[in-house]
């Protein structure tokens, strides 16, 4: 595995507990800068929880422990001297389940950005187009920003949901499963979306869709039960995997 | 669909349409006994409904003129409620669903003790505006301030009271509707870095509005109504003028009524007034619970 590029997130023998169960089991990873990596595995081996650890969105249920190392950029996440809100902000997410918040789609787009500061109109009108063309909806929208964003279709709105993710300008962004309640032109944007936004974000996709991983990631890391199986360059993982576990996962033959 | 419909047994048809039945005549029922208790009060009361019966204070020891002090009194009794209630019960509501882990002693003990509060006879609730409110707050205040403003009955403590007496309402009822706003709003919110207090105001009470005028609106309902709660804390059955400040005391519809019915030398004669006093009280609470519930349809438009 050459690292041509600089590890963003790195975890080592990281483990997450949701009270007495164990959810995540030692895991060790190296995720690329400006790379796409996508998680694969069976439904609750723990890509969510995962996911959720980098940005410790964990945090908010009652209960959740972890141990081990969490670094981004070097620095340990768990750490006592980390702010999370700070820690958030630096680390975009996109939900499975995406829900705009019920406020116009100005509004949506500006909500992380006015958190800290005050700006001005300009700048946000500014921003709010720059981060809807990214998100590919500016076109669908653009005569329409101050309706409610609950207007939208579920596709657009998951793109409002990126575009939201984007206007703070993270250096992460993480996506839950972002297209599986799309259909497929739906994700065909999204996923050219991803393919674009890599040039920029440190990318990491949890899918279903074994397809989706093979055409859009750089990097698949393969769940099983809360351990990380393997962790390869995607064409390895699918077209030559080291574990039989993958083999099987990949090939349909799991279970 | 042939195979469907053979399966099911004329018996369990004959159930299906006595449970029908049943429930058919209970809601007739409870609409019957509605109809009637408003026909009641709207046939004996309306004649006695007039501009000035509406306008006017009571003369003659209460057995005539109008009962203006009363629909003012009650009126700014719920209202002031409504301000001191509210806040009160969504500030304990959003420590409750947003801030106290749920297994917390004390998070316990405050629902216990809101669970038991909405228990509590409305009399005790009088006694303790008395004690808590006029004695220990306003003789507080008079003590410190060297007057005698506040140690006594008045408008404020008896919102007051009330207010104590429809938290539980207002609590429930907001921290229903704080729960109810999905997770993944929330944590939409704080993913993008945003504190769990702008979380708070910026997502979720947003979200909960129409959950917070509904708690007002019941608390309305039960406020309007009450008398036994402002027994001693401020209610009289009759005033030379309007009170023009909150340390004043106040005529009230409900007290009219009980006055009007039981204390006036002649009962007989008071009972068209009574009945329009009913009338009246039961209008205001509609008018009062209205507004509440056109503001939140208005609300939940946006
Ligand atoms: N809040 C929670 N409390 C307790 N256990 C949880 C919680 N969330 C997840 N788990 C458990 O942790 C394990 C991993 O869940 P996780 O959601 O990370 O799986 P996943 O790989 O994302 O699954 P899916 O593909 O279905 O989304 C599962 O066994 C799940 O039951
Ligand atoms: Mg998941």
Request: charged share 20%.
């Amino acid at each position: 595995m050459a690292k041509e590029h600089p590890v963003k997130v790195r975890t080592s023998d990281f483990s997450v507990y949701y009270g007495q169960k164990q959810a995540l089991f030692n895991i060790g990873i190296d995720i690329f800068d400006r790379k796409v990596t996508a998680f694969i595995g069976p439904s609750g081996c723990g890509k969510s929880t995962f996911l959720r650890s980098i940005n410790r969105m964990n945090d908010l249920i009652d209960g959740t422990r972890c141990s081990g190392k969490l670094e981004v950029d070097g620095i340990d996440v768990y750490g006592k001297e980390v702010d999370v809100v700070t820690l958030r902000r630096s680390i975009g997410m996109v939900f499975q389940k995406s829900i705009p918040f019920p406020k116009s789609i100005y509004e949506n787009i500006t909500y992380g950005l006015t958190l800290t500061e005050k700006r001005s109109k300009d700048e946000l009108d500014h921003i709010v187009e720059t981060s809807l063309k990214r998100a590919a909806l500016w076109e669908e929208v653009k005569d329409r920003l101050t309706h409610s964003a609950q207007g939208l279709s579920g596709g657009q709105q998951q793109r409002l949901c990126i575009a939201r993710a984007v206007a703070v300008n993270p250096e992460i962004l993480l996506m839950d499963e972002p297209c599986s309640a799309l259909d497929p032109i739906s994700t065909g944007k999204v996923e050219e979306l991803i393919t674009e936004l890599k040039d920029t974000y440190t990318i990491v996709l949890v899918t279903h869709n074994m397809q989706q991983a093979a055409r859009v990631s750089d990097y698949t890391g393969f769940f099983l039960m809360g351990k990380l199986i393997e962790f390869d360059r995607t064409r390895s993982i699918f077209t030559a995997p080291s574990k039989k576990e993958t083999e099987d996962y990949i090939t349909g033959r799991f279970g | 669909m042939k195979t469907l419909a053979s399966t099911t047994t004329s018996k369990k048809r004959l159930l299906g349409f006595f449970a029908v039945l049943v429930t058919v005549v209970a809601v007739v029922a409870i609409i019957g006994l509605l109809i009637s208790m408003f026909g009641t009060f709207v046939v004996q009361g309306s004649g006695q409904l007039s501009w000035t019966f509406l306008t006017e204070a009571p003369r003659n020891n209460n057995t005539e003129g109008g009962i203006f002090p009363a629909i003012f009194g009650t009126t700014i009794l719920v209202l002031l409620m409504t301000l001191l209630g509210v806040p009160v019960g969504t500030a304990t509501a959003i420590y409750l669903s947003e801030y106290a882990r749920q297994s917390a002693a004390f998070a316990r003990a405050v629902r216990f003790a809101v669970n038991t509060l909405a228990g509590v006879p409305s009399i005790v609730f009088g006694l303790f505006g008395v004690g808590f409110f006029i004695q220990f707050v306003g003789g507080g205040i008079d003590n410190v301030t060297a007057g005698a403003v506040f140690g006594k009955p008045a408008l404020l403590w008896a919102s007051a009271t009330l207010a104590v007496l429809t938290l539980p309402v207002v609590i429930v009822s907001v921290e229903e509707a704080l729960r109810a706003v999905p997770r993944e709003l929330r944590e939409a919110s704080l993913a993008l870095g945003a504190t769990k207090w702008q979380t708070i105001t910026k997502v979720v009470l947003p979200n909960s509005v129409s959950g917070i005028l509904t708690g007002s609106i019941l608390a309305v309902g039960r406020g309007a109504g009450e008398v036994a709660a402002i027994l001693f804390v401020g209610v009289v059955y009759s005033l030379e003028r309007l009170p023009s400040s909150v340390t004043d005391q106040f005529m009230h519809l409900g007290y009219h009524l009980y006055v009007l019915s039981t204390q006036s030398p002649d009962v007989e004669k008071t009972l068209p007034l009574q009945y329009a006093t009913t009338l009246v009280l039961l209008g205001l609470t509609f008018v009062l619970n209205f507004s509440a519930i056109y503001v939140r349809s208005r609300l939940r438009r946006i």
